[in-house]
C-alpha cells in the first residue's frame, strides 16, 4: 500500500467513527455519570457501563486493524530501506543506518510518512483508555459498593 493509501485509510476510519457518533455518545455518557446524584443506582451505571462496552468494542476494531497496518508497513518499510540504503537523510542531517533492531531514528523516520495513521492511532488509544475509565466508574458503583450483589 501506498503511504497516501494508508493515511487515507486512517483518516475514513477515523470520519466512520465520527459519523457514527461513537466519541460524542462517550462522552454524553460520560457527562452522565458524572452528574449522577444517585450513587446507588445500579440500574443506571449497569446502562452506562453496557453502552460504553459496546462503543469502546467497535473503537478497538478500528484501532487494531490500523494498529497492524502500522506494524506491517513500518517493518516492511524499515527491511526495505535497510536493503536499498546506507542512510538516510532526516531534516537536513544525513543519518548512517545500523541494523539494529530497536533503532529508533529509523523507527521515527518511518513513522514520520505516515503521520495521519500514527496521530489516529495515539486518538484512539486516547479514547479507548478514556472509556475504559469511566467502565470502571460503572463498575465501582455497582460492584464495588456491594450493590451488584
Known amino acids: 500500500m501506498k503511504i497516501a493509501e494508508i493515511n487515507k485509510l486512517a483518516k475514513d476510519t477515523l470520519d466512520r467513527l465520527k459519523q457514527q457518533k461513537y466519541f460524542e455518545k462517550a462522552k454524553k455518557i460520560e457527562e452522565s455519570i458524572?452528574?449522577?446524584?444517585?450513587?446507588?443506582?445500579?440500574?443506571?451505571?449497569?446502562?452506562?457501563?453496557?453502552?460504553l462496552n459496546w462503543i469502546s468494542g467497535e473503537i478497538?476494531?478500528?484501532?487494531?486493524?490500523?494498529?497492524a497496518l502500522q506494524d506491517t508497513y513500518t517493518s516492511v518499510r524499515k527491511v526495505e530501506l535497510l536493503q536499498n540504503k546506507k542512510c538516510i537523510q532526516v531534516n537536513g542531517k544525513i543519518i548512517s543506518l545500523s541494523?539494529?533492531?530497536?533503532?529508533?531514528?529509523?523507527?521515527?523516520?518511518?513513522?514520520?510518512?505516515i503521520t495521519s495513521l500514527v496521530s489516529?492511532?495515539?486518538?484512539?488509544?486516547?479514547w479507548m483508555h478514556r472509556i475504559q475509565?469511566?467502565?470502571?466508574?460503572?463498575?465501582?458503583?455497582?460492584y464495588g459498593s456491594g450493590l451488584g450483589q
Open 133 to 142: 475509565d469511566s467502565i470502571l466508574v460503572c463498575r465501582n458503583h455497582t
Open 99 to 113: 541494523r539494529e533492531p530497536g533503532n529508533d531514528l529509523l523507527t521515527e523516520f518511518v513513522s514520520s510518512e
Open 60 to 67: 478497538r476494531i478500528a484501532y487494531a486493524e490500523l494498529k
Open 120 to 126: 489516529i492511532i495515539i486518538l484512539l488509544y486516547h
Open 34 to 51: 458524572f452528574d449522577n446524584k444517585n450513587g446507588f443506582n445500579k440500574a443506571f451505571y449497569w446502562g452506562c457501563q453496557d453502552k
